[in-house]
């Protein structure tokens, strides 16, 4: 379907209406991570499963974005499926354990930890089961191949169990709402609500927002809203959030690349229920001869982020206000991180305070490896290394500077050079 004639494009002041390592990582491993866990948090994509445009009235993008402000829906019951391509290359399963590294920089603990467990969502394709009934009452199963992981929040308590090692989790959610400890209670989104919500945060002067059309997700009518960047020079090519024509809660969220092809990412509603779940789902208890770890033993927060996109606005209170300590120790690290550029074009850098990317005999057979990976590139900053996926690039200069951004290679060289 056609966008509607009268669909408008919403500026930076109308959305902000709507909107109230692991311990010291090897320089060479700075790259692969930064990118796994930025399209860990970017967005996740899914392309629309329609099964017939239903005829609904007609709205604008405006009107489109205050629905998804104003949806306040507390009960639900669902499955989700989602599916990531970022385009890495085969390691083997160490883009895995690189981006589980990023998010647990503690390293060890339970494998029912939540830190790294949820990571694993920015790879390959995945089925989750989701249900809430309130603020306080939670829960999120990540289903795999004949097994199960589930987070439970229940009150105060904070259960996660990995059926696989038999292992537990647990923690305590404070009467705020949010987990108890350090505060790392950041984790990737798991909702297509949570995809919308950031998404819409990143939508700007420099954001095309309209309405396409309509669709069917799920067995429910919805709207289709397309978000595309007006500048060049971004890998994002277009994010389309199917929202419930009813309750204003985003059913999908597609990612789709500049270069074209499949979407990056898929995150949508298969089946979803918006009735009141029974009490028992949030019931939990540590299984027979299950290793419980408890907060306090690893010295970790619970984590109550898996839930955030069921309680309104909560995506936006869970926003990180600082860098974890263990990412500052990445040299002059992410602790002087600067922002190049604006919008979709935006890229970080930062200073490693190393030698950049190991090469030759001094890098061994790893530095052969990872510079395997990448592209060498040269400018008048000199020369360095490209890591590349279909969404996030990053550039790590031989002089250990690092660019990161939703950008292509020559914006990267172009930032490096500029800096000189």
Request: negative net charge; charged residues 25%; proline residues 5%.
């Amino acid at each position: 379907m056609a966008p509607y004639a009268s669909d408008d494009s919403t500026t930076a002041g109308e959305v902000d209406e709507q909107r109230s390592g692991r311990r010291k990582a090897a320089r060479y491993v700075v790259p692969v991570t930064v990118m796994g866990v930025a399209a860990a948090t970017i967005g996740l994509v899914p392309a629309l499963a329609d099964s017939g445009d239903p005829d609904l009235p007609k709205i604008t993008a405006q009107q489109l974005i205050e629905k998804i402000a104003k949806s306040d829906v507390q009960q639900l019951s669902g499955t989700v499926k989602i599916s990531t391509d970022l385009g890495l290359p085969d390691l083997g399963g160490l883009e895995s354990s690189l981006m589980s590294g990023a998010a647990s920089p503690d390293g060890g603990g339970s494998s029912a930890d939540p830190t790294a467990k949820l990571t694993e969502l920015a790879s390959g394709t995945h089925t989750l089961r989701v249900a809430a009934d309130g603020p306080d009452k939670q829960k999120l199963s990540l289903l795999e191949n004949a097994a199960e992981y589930s987070i439970v929040h229940n009150g105060k308590d904070v259960w996660a169990y990995d059926s696989n090692s038999n292992e537990v989790h647990h923690g305590t959610a404070s009467e705020s709402g949010k987990a108890s400890g350090s505060g790392k209670d950041q984790q990737p989104p798991a909702t297509p609500k949570d995809f919308a919500e950031e998404a819409l945060k990143a939508a700007d002067d420099t954001t095309s927002v309209t309405v396409d059309g309509t669709a069917q997700v799920a067995g429910r009518d919805a709207y289709k809203l397309l978000i595309k960047p007006k500048q060049s020079g971004s890998t994002v090519g277009a994010i389309t959030v199917a929202v419930d024509a009813k309750t204003g809660t985003p059913l999908k969220f597609t990612l789709t690349p500049a270069s074209g092809g499949s979407a990056v990412v898929d995150a949508g509603f298969t089946q979803v229920s918006f009735a009141k779940p029974a009490a028992s789902t949030f019931d939990f208890t540590p299984p027979k001869g299950a290793k419980v770890t408890e907060e306090k033993e690893s010295g970790k927060a619970s984590e109550k982020g898996f839930g955030k996109g069921f309680d309104k606005g909560e995506a936006r209170r869970h926003a990180p206000k600082s860098l974890p300590k263990s990412e500052k120790e990445l040299g002059k690290g992410l602790d002087g991180m600067k922002t190049i550029g604006e919008g979709w074009n935006a890229i970080a850098t930062f200073d490693t305070g190393g030698e950049g990317v190991p090469s030759g005999e001094a890098g061994g057979d790893l530095g052969g490896f990872v510079n395997s990976l990448g592209d060498k590139v040269t400018g008048k900053f000199g020369s360095g290394t490209v890591f590349s996926t279909r969404l996030v690039n990053a550039l790590i200069t031989d002089d250990g500077k690092v660019y990161v951004g939703l950008v292509t290679k020559d914006a990267l060289v172009k930032a490096a050079d500029a800096g000189k």
